[in-house]
């Protein structure tokens, strides 16, 4: 299938998911296209080494349906058919989603549907949570909402930290989003209302 991951920064994700295609992890995901909202995003610098196309969409300024219109060009004109979100900070436009929908993918860093937003990992500090971890899910038009496709869990220790907790679920999130794009891009992914059934072999 051929892949965009739209990402806003460090693009951790960005780098697992080339590094578990270079050890042939994911045959039926093939990375066309990187879509970064700012300029600074090290994403760029990733998909330079890789020598992945990109385009720097700068969002700022910028509405959100001009800003989608622009990417949805550009994913049609590439011939994108999934679209993984990759740290990507931006709240996509209904129009977007349901251009692609059910194509599109990303990975949060708490059991959802505990603590959607921005802020996961010091909600579930801040709430006393003894587990999280991360989930990959289909997208949809609410936040961290859509159908879960994978989880992993973390313990949450009296000594962690929202940073030190991050650093435990972003390895985790290494390991499983590869995973869950490979599910979706070999067509194993199956509906049944927001549950996901995934088709064995
Ligand atoms: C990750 O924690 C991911 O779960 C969240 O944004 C962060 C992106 O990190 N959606 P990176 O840019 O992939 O390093």
């Known amino acids: 299938m051929r892949v965009a991951v739209m990402a806003s920064g460090r693009g951790s994700n960005f780098q697992a998911i080339i590094d ?31 020598n992945i196309n990109y385009t720097i969409i700068e969002s700022k300024g910028k509405n959100r349906k001009d800003f989608d219109d622009e990417a949805l060009k550009l994913l049609k004109a590439q011939k994108i058919e999934i679209i993984v979100l990759a740290g990507f900070m931006r709240i996509l436009t209904p129009v977007f989603i349901n251009t ?36 990959a899910h289909l997208v949809d038009e609410g936040i961290d909402s859509g159908p879960i496709i994978m989880q992993d869990c973390v313990n949450i220790n009296e000594t962690d930290t929202e940073k030190s907790l991050a650093r435990k679920i972003l390895t985790l999130e290494h390991e499983l989003f590869p995973k869950a794009i490979e599910l979706l891009c070999s067509n194993k992914i199956e509906l049944n209302g927001r549950n996901i059934i995934i088709k064995p072999d």
């Open 20 to 50: 578990s295609a270079d050890r042939g992890e994911i045959p039926h995901v093939a990375i066309e296209h990187l879509i970064v909202n700012n300029n600074k995003a090290y994403a760029i610098d990733i998909a330079k080494k890789h």
């Open 100 to 135: 692609y929908k059910n194509k599109i993918i990303n990975i949060h860093p708490s059991l959802l549907p505990s603590f959607p937003g921005a802020h996961a990992q010091r909600d579930a500090i801040l709430h006393g949570a003894k587990i999280s971890g991360c989930t």
